[in-house]
Each structure stands twice: as C-alpha cells, then as structure tokens.
C-alpha cells in the first residue's frame, strides 16, 4: 500500500485486512471507506476463476444517496482511486506469479 500512496498521492485511508481463504492462507482483502458515501470499498482477489483476478465490491447502503455535483464529483474521484488501486494490486499479483514453462522467459527462447 506504501508503494500505491506514495506513486499516485492518494489512498492514505486504505487499510489492509487479514482474511483468511478456503485453504487457510490469507487472501489479501483491501478495505477503502468512502469519504462522500455511506459505503465502503472492498478490494480483493477472486475466490473462485482465476486465481490473479481482484475486484471491487461496493457495501450496499440502506438509503439514497443525495449529492450535489460538487460531491458527485469528489465521490467519482474517490472511485477512480479504487479502480487504480485494483489495477495495481492486479498487476502486483500477475508480476508476483509469473508462469513457469516454455516461453514464460523470453531471453531463454531462441529466434527462428
């Protein structure tokens, strides 16, 4: 996360949660609150599929929303700082597991 905040200069209420998986390993769960919403962030890898795959989910709220542009606008920022942050822990985790195999070296494989 220290890497994330430092790069884009956003995201300092992120916090990282142990969650623990099927298997027992902690699966990596990223909690955001949001400033201009009742809900909250939650960034995670897939339980099931492919296993590098993160999403977002969005806690639901029991009311409606009721926002002037200006908070719209301040909410739509606070979004897109989510998106980034799952592209990243995405990208982190595909770097972090690398396949092993033919071709997964591009230097060890020779031009025809």
Same mark, same amino acid.
């Given at each position: @996360?220290? !890497?994330?905040?430092a790069a +884009? $200069?956003a995201?300092?209420e992120?916090?990282?949660?142990v969650?623990?998986g099927?298997d $027992?390993?902690?699966?990596g769960?990223?909690? @955001?609150?949001?400033?201009?919403?009742p809900n909250?962030?939650?960034?995670e890898p +897939?339980e %099931? $599929?492919?296993?590098?795959?993160w999403h977002?989910?969005?806690?639901? %709220?029991? !009311?409606?929303l009721?926002? *002037?542009s200006? !908070?719209?606008n301040?909410?739509?920022?606070?979004l897109?700082?989510?998106?980034?942050?799952?592209?990243?822990?995405?990208?982190k985790s595909?770097?972090?597991f !690398?396949?092993?195999?033919p071709g997964?070296?591009?230097? *060890?494989? *020779?031009?025809?």
């Amino acid at each position: @996360m220290a !890497e994330f905040v430092a790069a +884009r $200069g956003a995201g300092e209420e992120v916090k990282v949660v142990v969650q623990d998986g099927h298997d $027992g390993q902690d699966t990596g769960l990223v909690v @955001m609150p949001l400033e201009h919403a009742p809900n909250t962030v939650w960034i995670e890898p +897939r339980e %099931s $599929g492919d296993e590098l795959a993160w999403h977002i989910l969005i806690e639901p %709220s029991s !009311e409606a929303l009721d926002v *002037t542009s200006f !908070e719209l606008n301040a909410l739509t920022h606070e979004l897109q700082i989510a998106a980034e942050l799952c592209a990243f822990l995405q990208e982190k985790s595909l770097g972090h597991f !690398e396949p092993d195999g033919p071709g997964a070296h591009p230097e *060890t494989t *020779t031009a025809e």
